[in-house]
């Protein structure tokens, strides 16, 4: 992706394509539109299906931006996972496998609809 603002489409439950901008590091521009399927979509960049573990995940994940008004680093997200959603067993590892990433908090608010968070690379 070049630094201008990208735009990828995007299927609604009912076959509706919709246009969604993505800045230059692949995250929404404006998170307020963010649906599970956008999720999905973001999701294939990584070759991830998302299932129902991953759906709680990110709307946790959404649950901290808009109590803390940022979005997570790495610690503080796993301890708000592990707070949220004990029955999960989260850990970084777990987050690396289910996500297929080492850059966890990065691409766990990507998929969340959510900015970078600071100091991610």
């Given at each position: 992706m070049n630094n201008n603002d990208a735009t990828t489409l995007a299927m609604t439950p009912n076959n509706i394509e919709?246009?969604?901008?993505?800045?230059q590091d692949g995250h929404l521009c404006d998170h307020t539109i963010w649906t599970p399927d956008i999720a999905q979509q973001l999701a294939d960049t990584?070759?991830?299906?998302?299932?129902?573990?991953?759906?709680q995940i990110l709307q946790q994940v959404r649950a901290f931006f808009a109590k803390f008004n940022h979005a997570?680093?790495?610690?503080?997200?796993?301890?708000?996972?592990?707070?949220?959603?004990?029955?999960?067993?989260?850990?970084n590892q777990k987050l690396q496998q289910l996500f297929k990433t080492g850059l966890v908090a990065?691409?766990?608010?990507?998929?969340?609809g959510l900015p970078k968070p600071p100091n991610c690379l």
């Open positions: 919709i246009s969604v901008e993505l800045d990584l070759d991830v299906q998302l299932e129902a573990e991953h759906l997570p680093a790495t610690r503080p997200l796993i301890k708000w996972l592990q707070k949220t959603l004990p029955e999960h067993d989260i850990s990065r691409h766990v608010n990507r998929l969340s």
